[in-house]
């Protein structure tokens, strides 16, 4: 299992997921005055965090969430990002952090807090104990993203098996 990035706003959990609005929710965690929108600067610089497993022995699954995204969305997006085609994306799915599924980051555990993105990243952070709204930043435009084939998805949505059920089961 892969490690999650894990800050700690409030004395809660929150596991970064890419392309999943986790930038936007690491802004909020940073006091107003420590923002710093220069050029390459990442609130990510701004946090105290750890990396390593969110689910070590002393730190169960209760008190971390995360937000999850339509996994096949995710992955466009993910592919605009890095700019790879579906294939390489697929074939990075073990090596870029932007491609890797919640189940190899420990994040589908019970006991882990899911929340809808974008549609709950407002109950995110008001979870957290962080201010709302929470600005949209960091998107990709829908340009950038590849189109797909119906065999493409697929192929996406059997490569994120366990991430599409959890999404399937969050929108029911």
Not at 131 to 141: F, I, K, R, Y
Request: aromatic letters at 6%; charged letters at 20%.
């Amino acid at each position: 299992m892969r490690g999650a990035k894990i800050t700690v706003p409030n004395n809660r959990r929150f596991a970064l997921v890419t392309r999943s609005g986790s930038y936007a929710i690491i802004w909020q965690a940073i006091p107003a005055a420590n923002r710093n929108p220069r050029q390459g600067w990442h609130p990510i610089n701004a946090t105290s965090n750890t990396i390593g497993s969110p689910l070590a022995a002393d730190e169960p699954a209760d008190g971390l969430c995360c937000l999850v995204r339509d996994p096949v969305e995710r992955f466009r997006s993910a592919c605009a990002r890095q700019q790879k085609t579906v294939q390489e994306g697929l074939d990075s799915m073990e090596s870029d952090v932007h491609f890797w599924p919640l189940d190899s980051m420990g994040l589908l555990e019970e006991g882990v807090t899911h929340f809808r993105f974008p549609a709950q990243i407002d109950a995110c952070a008001e979870w957290l104990g962080l201010g709302t709204p929470v600005p949209q930043l960091n998107d990709e435009s829908e340009a950038g993203k590849p189109t797909l084939t119906a065999a493409q998805v697929a192929a996406i949505r059997a490569a994120y098996a366990a991430d599409v059920a959890l999404w399937e089961s969050l929108n029911q």
